[in-house]
């Protein structure tokens, strides 16, 4: 399942949500903090290019969670004057700023890599290293499960995002951990550099995933099809509802967007037909909390009987 398709599977009240975004942006800046700081001492300890490799990565983890925790805060804001459908899309081109910086050290580590297999070093003091990642490993699964649980529960790209490339760090400690061993226990100078390869090579695809999501919600794509039913199958129990038509949808940020027609009885009252519509809508918004809903009424047949062009 995409990062996309991850909206509004187990949706919350609004202000929960935005409470939860706000801390696991917090807490993606503290972890990644914590990390530079042990990792820079361990780095200089061993000398590893996977201690390198790992020490480059949670130093643009840092920078790309900081530039989350301001694109959350500002996609929170409530529209105004200038920005009538929110800020929400600001949560998007944070997504692209990661996947920039993560594509960036994917391709600074295979580099490095790759200088390392043409010129092989040893590893020294691995005890450290190893005690340093075990560290770091612990303290990703926990900020990890609990980013997956706020994206679950919110559908935020940014907060998505920043726990996929938080998740491939935990493949990139366990890579370290191994690194790590072949290296200064068995004495295969190649098993760091090349592993450190392999490493790059899976930051460089959850890199092109983030793009993805984000390119998704700027161009507007579509709610996943399981919504779009869903709103079909509420307008569709209102009794007075005959059929519907033009259902539309797009997301920014957490905030979808829902537009549609409804089909009903061509000479309903306008007072009975907009009452009918104001409660099609509470009964969607039920559904998607925070959403914005527009709904066009049209009596039955419109597009298909000229009669009621005349």
């Given at each position: ?21 706000r801390l696991a942006t917090y807490a993606s800046v503290g ?280």
């Amino acid at each position: 399942m995409s990062l996309f398709q991850t909206h509004l599977l187990s949706p919350v009240a609004p202000a929960r949500t935005a409470r939860l975004m706000r801390l696991a942006t917090y807490a993606s800046v503290g972890v990644a903090a914590i990390l530079i700081i042990v990792k820079t001492g361990a780095l200089y300890a061993t000398g590893a290019a996977v201690m390198l490799a790992t020490l480059v990565d949670s130093i643009l983890d840092g920078a790309a969670s900081l530039l989350n925790l301001l694109a959350v805060r500002h996609s929170l804001q409530p529209a105004d004057a200038e920005h009538r459908f929110g800020h929400g899309k600001a949560e998007a081109l944070a997504g692209l700023g990661q996947a920039a910086f993560i594509g960036g050290s994917a391709v600074f580590l295979g580099f490095e890599a790759v200088q390392r297999i043409a010129s092989p070093e040893p590893v020294v003091q691995t005890g450290i290293g190893i005690a340093v990642t075990l560290f770091a490993l612990a303290l990703t699964i926990v900020l990890v499960a609990f980013q997956r649980y706020v994206s679950r529960a919110s559908g935020s790209i940014a907060v998505g995002a920043d726990a996929m490339h938080y998740a491939s760090d935990v493949m990139l400690n366990l890579g370290v951990i191994a690194g790590l061993i072949l290296s200064g226990q068995f004495g295969l100078v190649y098993g760091d550099p090349l592993i450190a390869l392999a490493i790059a090579g899976w930051i460089g695809y959850s890199a092109m995933q983030i793009f993805r999501a984000a390119y998704d919600q700027i161009m507007d794509r579509e709610l996943p099809d399981e919504d779009r039913k869903k709103v079909r199958a509420i307008a569709l129990a209102h009794k007075e509802v005959l059929d519907i038509h033009d259902v539309r949808s797009r997301l920014a940020g957490i905030t979808p967007f829902i537009q549609l027609h409804l089909e009903m009885q061509p000479y309903l009252s306008l007072h009975d037909a907009h009452l009918i519509a104001d409660q099609v809508e509470a009964k969607v918004k039920e559904a998607f909390p925070g959403a914005e809903v527009i709904i066009h009424q049209d009596p039955a047949g419109f597009e298909k009987n000229p009669a009621f062009h005349d």
